[in-house]
Every structure is written in C-alpha cells, then in structure tokens.
C-alpha cells in the first residue's frame, strides 16, 4: 500500500471515530461532514488494496448518499433548476456507454446457449418482481415505495452483472448474452410486470412507461452499437473515457434522488435497506437454485443467479422520474444500488476461490 492510501486509511479511522462519537451522543445531525469525509477518504484508501479495490466505488457511492441525506438542498434545486430533471440525460449517456462497450455479436448467444439465455430470461422476470411484491406486501411499505420495490425487481440487469460474472469465473459470454437480451426485452417486459405486480399500488401507464425505456434505454444503446461499430478503435480516448463518465454519473443519480427522497428515507429509510437486502440475497438464491435444479453447468448457475439478483438501477430510477414519482417509487432502486454493489462483489469474490462443481 503506497503512503498516500495508508495515510487516508488513518484519516477515515479518525473521521469514521469522530462520526460515531457523534450517533453514540445522540447529535447524529452535527455527524454529517466527518461521515461524508470518512467515506471519503475510506473508498480512497481502498484503491490501495487489491483486494477491496473493486468496493471503492460503492464507498464512494455511500459518501454521495450521505453528502445529500445531510445537505440536501444543492442537490434538489441550484440555481432555480430543479436537478431531478438531469436523471434522464445522465442516464442516456450511461446507456450510450454500454452500447459502446457491446456488439452485435453479443446476441449470437441466443443461438449458441439457448437453454441458457431461455432459463435465464424465465428466471430473470420472474423472481425478481413476484418476490419484490411478496416483500412490497409483507412490510406493508406505503404504496409508491411498494411499487418503487416491484420496479427495481422488474427491471433487467445492467452491466455491473457481466463484471462480477468475471470476478466468479462463471460464463461471461452468456452474461453479456443475458443483460443484452434482457434489455432489448425491458421495454415490453418491465411495463407489464408493473402493470401486473404493481398495478394495485399505483396506476401504471404501459404504453407511456414502454416508450419511456425506448428513450431512456434503446436509443442511447442504440447509438452506442453504431458508435462502436463505425468507429470501433479509432477513439481510444473515449473508451477510457466512458466508464469514468458512467460512474460519475451513476453517483449523481442516487445523490439527487436520496436528496429528493431524504424525507420518506428517515422515515422507512430502515425497513427498505432491509428489504432490498432480502431480495437481492433471494435473487441469487433463487437464480442458483433453480438452475442447479435443472441440472445446468455450475458457471451458468453462477452466471443466471448474478444476472438475477443484480438489477439495472439506473434505468429504475429514469421509470420513476418519468412517472413523476422519483421522491417515493425512485427510493428503491436508490437503495437497492448500493447494497448490490456490495453483495455483488463479495459473492463473486467468494465463488472466484471456490472450486467450479461439475
């Protein structure tokens, strides 16, 4: 570890101590610039050990929420513009990145693993939403959250999933198979899951909520595959560019939301880590299990139960700014974000030593 990361180690003990003097004193409200810098410096320190380099990331993401859970009024309105409004266009051109990152050639799977990408897809919408409305259900969330809970859970994955499906050593290929086929799928499949799922929370719109993933997710891939297929090579600077660009963007995103939600956060904020929590785990349980139970290959089980539990976050959020409701349906995927990042990571890292079962 070079001195730089060991000295913002030391320095996110001390914050992360002054942060917890603060809770244990009950003057949680005077905690927030030491918690915002004990992440911080914490996700800087990170990328001084290889082997929680990967977490930096979802650290930083966590000093993003607490930046806006503290000081949320920049994050809300600046300068009269209502921020909100920058959720659509950031998450365009995360999309647009993910079209640059794939290929046509990334839908051959359906051809050469059929019986994958066909459990996969089954698996995908169909755990994830019937169990988001079981926990929607159970903790009796008020109705915008609940339906916040379906959308994340019927929404398809996004490319977090085809790292993690690297870092298992499970089949890479049919990952980006799935996560491209699903959501070329998200804008026929998502609205209807809603509608089914969701519709007893709050009204659901199909057609206005299909073409909303259209703009969002189709046409900014779009233009990526296009992108990368003309100038595939010739724009080194964007390649390297992009990922930096998504991340950042991806940050914003949950910090304008977690602002925009911080209300309804302090008041169920709890109970919805909890049940994102629970269903994340029964994604890749479920997504595991199920496949084993078919019989299929140890890293197709893995690769189906990381593309289950792993949902696109992001494109949750852009449905529920475009129905207007990104303070109360948009808390879910907000929350879901971070927390997948986590179990993502360490479920990969941990089947990544774990010898492949034939």
């Known amino acids: 570890m070079k001195r730089l990361h060991k000295i913002s180690l030391l320095l996110s003990l001390l914050l992360g101590l002054m942060s917890l003097y603060f809770?244990?004193?009950?003057?949680?409200?005077?905690?927030?610039?030491?918690?915002?810098?004990?992440?911080?410096?914490?996700?800087?320190?990170?990328?001084?050990?290889?082997?929680?380099?990967?977490?930096?990331?979802?650290?930083?993401?966590?000093?993003?929420?607490?930046?806006?859970?503290?000081?949320?009024?920049?994050?809300?309105?600046?300068?009269?513009?209502?921020?909100?409004?920058?959720i659509v266009p950031l998450l365009q051109i995360i999309m647009f990145g993910m079209g640059t990152a794939m290929s046509l050639k990334d839908f051959y799977g359906v051809i050469k693993m059929p019986k994958?990408?066909?459990?996969?897809?089954?698996?995908?919408?169909?755990i994830m939403p019937l169990v988001g409305f079981s926990l929607?259900?159970?903790?009796?969330?008020?109705?915008?959250?609940?339906?916040?809970?379906?959308?994340?859970?019927?929404?398809p994955s996004g490319l977090a999933s085809n790292v993690m499906a690297y870092l298992a050593n499970a089949n890479v290929a049919l990952s980006v198979t799935l996560t491209a086929v699903a959501t070329v799928l998200a804008p026929f499949m998502t609205p209807l899951l809603m509608e089914f799922f969701a519709g007893s929370f709050v009204p659901i719109d199909f057609w206005a909520m299909m073409l909303s993933i259209v703009k969002i997710v189709i046409l900014p891939i779009a233009l990526g595959l296009l992108?990368?297929?003309f100038f595939h090579g010739k724009t080194p600077w964007l390649d390297k560019s992009m990922p930096i660009i998504s991340m950042a963007a991806i940050v914003l995103i949950i910090t304008i939301i977690t602002a925009a939600g911080r209300d309804n956060l302090?008041?169920?904020?709890?109970?919805?880590?909890?049940?994102?929590?629970?269903h994340n785990i029964?994604?890749?349980?479920?997504?595991?299990?199920?496949?084993?139970?078919?019989?299929?290959?140890?890293?197709?089980?893995?690769?189906?139960?990381?593309?289950?539990?792993?949902?696109n976050g992001g494109l949750a959020s852009g449905i529920a700014l475009e129905m207007g409701k990104v303070a109360t349906v948009g808390l879910a995927p907000a929350v879901f974000g971070p927390w997948m990042n986590i179990s993502g990571s360490s479920l990969a890292l941990w089947w990544r030593n774990k010898k492949i079962i034939t």
């Not at 929680?52 to 000093?63: C, E, H, M, R």
């Not at 929607?136 to 929404?155: K, N, R, Y």
């Open 282 to 311: 029964l994604g890749y349980f479920f997504g595991y299990w199920g496949c084993r139970i078919l019989k299929m290959k140890e890293q197709d089980c893995r690769t189906i139960a990381i593309e289950v539990g792993m949902q």
């Open 116 to 126: 994958g990408v066909l459990v996969g897809l089954l698996c995908q919408f169909s």
């Open 23 to 86: 809770f244990i004193s009950q003057q949680a409200s005077d905690a927030g610039v030491w918690l915002v810098g004990f992440f911080l410096f914490l996700a800087l320190a990170f990328r001084g050990i290889s082997s929680l380099k990967g977490l930096s990331f979802t650290v930083l993401i966590f000093a993003a929420v607490s930046v806006s859970m503290y000081f949320p009024a920049p994050f809300v309105e600046l300068g009269g513009m209502q921020m909100k409004v920058l």
């Open 227 to 229: 992108f990368n297929h």
């Open 136 to 155: 929607a259900t159970l903790f009796q969330f008020p109705p915008e959250i609940a339906a916040g809970v379906v959308l994340i859970g019927s929404s």
């Open 266 to 278: 302090l008041t169920i904020g709890g109970f919805l880590i909890l049940a994102s929590i629970i």
